[in-house]
């Protein structure tokens, strides 16, 4: 029994909900730690094929129980139309919780994010999600966000919104848009407490106990490292933590506790919004990837940009969030590349690194790359390592080396099954 952290490795969209929805089967609980209905986790299994944004990827075994933690910020709109759709498909959804530390993303975060977006320079957009994430945890950071437990309570609630609204109300004068009215707002809450008043709780004694007792925890993360607020790509970068110290702070859970840290890394890269990409392709290899990866935003369908594996990058990864073991997905969509690039280093002025720099450094990066050559058959059937061809298990093994932690699952296709379970 563990409590195992599965960590986005490279610029979100590694495949981190298909590897929870695997380990879901067999855990207690399953812990979403940062971010908001900005993620996008497609799952696939006996159930259909879902987008999640919000809801853990833990919500499909009914035996566990799924926590939205302090970390999060919440948008309960959204929450009750992803939960619909889940229990329409037979899925029971009584099983999901919030803790009442998360903030709540209102309606006027999403309008202040999409205007501060439109007011950025050229070539400065972080290409946000204009889900209301940025926002939000900015009212969080001064101390004047709403939190999920404040609904509970109308009278604090109305007191909270006394405080915070006339500082929204300014900010949405500056960019000339409608103000908000405190008893809409009230009204909102009103409902999102008729819905989800009871699944509001303080999830500490609930997680404390689970640790105690020795129980099977997933946390989840949504996004990846290079979107981190301090050690991804700032200022592209997202508004909170997807690393595995986030989660930690997110989900309540102390450092030593955590026994497994899973590194999801795509075979090859790719990246949705604003900022440096230095593997970034933009011939026919970038649109074959995108093409036959269905490379497309799960939360806004935007085009991803694509490139090949940038092991700089990776490797940094591993560093920052202490892999203990590598998740390899997408492996199948590299079946048809003739060669197949590896990032090693970058050029960056006359100088070669391989230690990831900052964002400027990012900036100025020209990839050094190895080049292997590709299999050319279909993974998609494969079960075992033995199933791999020996060129796809070269493939594999170089980025394990470079990154600098043991393969434990390599996905071979969406469906369940299409996973290979390292032992050793
Ligand atoms: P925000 O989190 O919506 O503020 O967006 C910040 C940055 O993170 C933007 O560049 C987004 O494109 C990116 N981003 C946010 N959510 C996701 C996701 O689920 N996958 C990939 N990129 C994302």
Redesign the pocket.
């Known amino acids: 029994m563990s409590i195992t952290a599965i960590v986005g490795a490279q ?3 590694e495949g981190k909900g298909r590897i929870v929805d695997y380990l879901a089967q067999k855990a207690n609980l399953v812990i979403r730690y940062q ?2 209905d ?4 497609t799952v696939i299994n006996e159930k259909g094929k879902f987008a999640l ?1 919000i809801v853990p990827s833990g919500i499909f075994n009914p035996e566990t129980m799924c926590i939205v933690s302090a970390g999060t910020v919440v948008n309960f709109d959204t929450m009750a139309i992803e939960l619909d759709a889940i229990h329409a498909s037979g899925v029971t959804t009584d099983n999901i919780f919030i803790d009442l530390r998360a903030h709540l993303i209102l309606p006027f975060h999403k309008l202040l ?1 999409g205007a501060e977006e439109e007011s950025r320079k050229e070539n400065w957009a ?6 209301g ?2 926002p939000c945890y900015s009212d969080k950071a001064t101390r004047i966000g709403i939190r999920a437990g404040d609904i509970l309570d109308p009278a604090r609630l109305r007191t909270r919104l006394e405080m915070l609204l006339p500082k929204k109300n300014r900010e949405l004068e500056y960019f000339g848009l409608p103000h908000t009215d405190i008893e809409q707002v009230m009204e909102l809450c009103a409902r999102w407490k008729h819905r989800f008043g009871p699944n509001i709780i303080d999830s500490v004694p609930i997680v404390r106990q689970a640790v105690l007792e020795k129980k099977e925890i997933l946390l989840e993360g ?3 490292i290079m ?1 981190d607020l301090d050690w991804g790509i700032y200022p ?5 933590n997807p690393t595995s110290g986030g989660a930690c702070s997110g989900a309540g859970i102390a450092p030593s506790r955590i026994d497994t840290v899973v590194g999801v890394v795509k075979a090859y890269s790719s ?5 440096p990409f230095p593997t970034e392709l933009l011939d026919s290899d970038g649109e074959k990837l995108r093409a036959v990866g269905a490379e497309y ?4 369908g ?1 085009p ?1 940009r694509c490139g090949w594996f940038d092991a700089v990058a990776a490797n940094y990864s591993c560093w920052i969030n202490g892999f203990t073991d590598l998740a390899i997905t997408k492996l199948d969509i590299l079946d048809s590349f003739e060669r197949i690039k590896i990032c090693i280093a970058y050029r960056i002025d006359d100088t070669i690194v391989t230690d990831l720099p900052d964002t400027i450094g990012q900036e100025k990066a020209e990839p050094i790359y190895e080049e292997w050559e590709g299999w050319l058959c279909s993974t998609a059937h494969a079960r075992t390592w033995e199933d791999l061809p020996i060129k796809a298990q070269t493939y594999v093994l170089r980025l394990a080396e470079l990154v600098g932690a043991p393969i434990k699952f390599i996905s071979v296709g969406p469906e369940r099954d299409q996973i290979i379970i390292m032992d050793k």
């Open positions: 610029w979100g969209d971010g908001g900005n993620a996008g986790h944004h994010d972080v290409g946000t999600t204009k889900r994430i940025g949504q996004l990846g979107r592209y970068s997202t508004s909170s990246s949705v919004g604003g900022g935003g799960a939360t806004t935007r991803r």
